[in-house]
């Protein structure tokens, strides 16, 4: 019905880049997805699941204080795909990542977002 479906993620070294991509797709999603929002989350061992990026309808991108000068969110709604490049990576962004959609406001709750991906796995190291 729905697919959520991260890629891109790897082990990298500190102040290396790497830009992950998602794309949602099924009957459900593909027709409307470019009417929500499309975010990205990450959550370390340990913690909880935080917000990372998100990027509404529209264009408007919002960005975690943690990451705002260093990833950024980006979206192709013809293609129902969202990006995030993510600069100058540090070893506390190490965390599974995983895009989520399905809500028309870009929350920065995990709880409001219907589809989620499986995640993918960035591991950065000194």
């Known amino acids: 019905q729905a697919q959520v479906v991260e890629s891109g993620g790897g082990s990298v070294q500190a102040g290396d880049s790497l830009r992950l991509s998602c794309v949602a797709s099924g009957r459900t999603v593909s027709r409307t997805v470019s009417h929500w929002a499309m975010s990205w989350f990450r959550q370390a061992p340990g913690k909880e699941r935080e917000f990372v990026a998100a990027v509404g309808r529209s264009g408007t991108v919002y960005s975690a204080d943690s990451v705002k000068d260093r990833f950024s969110i980006s979206r192709n709604n013809a293609s129902n795909m969202v990006y995030l490049q993510m600069n100058r990576l540090r070893l506390e962004d190490t965390a599974v990542y995983s895009c989520?959609?399905?809500?028309?406001?870009?929350?920065?709750?995990?709880?409001?977002?219907?589809?989620w991906g499986r995640g993918s796995q960035v591991t950065v190291s000194s």
């Open positions: 989520a959609t399905g809500t028309r406001v870009p929350y920065s709750e995990p709880r409001e977002y219907a589809y």
